[in-house]
């Protein structure tokens, strides 16, 4: 399901993707210590019970932790 400036998370959700501002993968140290340093209420958790892939930095602050890789991210910006 594809929304006009909004991209599928799977099964799960949709973001905003003009909000979207940085996009990395879970394992690499800078972004782990991003989301270990963010609140609990700053955190949205979107995989569905898979195994966490992405996290994407929204301009309010929040990060949007997923199961889809760095690549599926950057090709549904392409098509959104």
Same mark, same amino acid.
């Given at each position: 399901?594809?929304?006009?400036?909004?991209?599928?998370?799977?099964?799960?959700g949709v973001v905003?993707?003009?909000?979207?501002?940085?996009?990395?993968?879970?394992?690499?140290?800078?972004?782990?210590?991003? $989301?270990? *340093? &963010?609140?609990? /209420?700053? !955190? =949205?958790?979107?995989?569905?019970?898979?195994?966490?892939?992405?996290?994407?930095?929204?301009?309010?602050?929040?990060?949007? $932790?997923? *199961? &889809?890789?760095? /690549?599926? !991210? =950057?090709?549904?910006?392409?098509?959104?």
């Amino acid at each position: 399901m594809m929304m006009k400036n909004w991209i599928a998370i799977g099964d799960v959700g949709v973001v905003a993707a003009d909000r979207i501002v940085a996009v990395g993968p879970i394992e690499s140290a800078p972004i782990k210590r991003l $989301v270990a *340093a &963010l609140p609990l /209420a700053r !955190i =949205v958790v979107l995989t569905g019970g898979r195994r966490r892939q992405s996290v994407l930095v929204l301009d309010s602050g929040h990060v949007v $932790v997923t *199961a &889809l890789s760095v /690549a599926e !991210i =950057v090709a549904a910006l392409r098509d959104a």
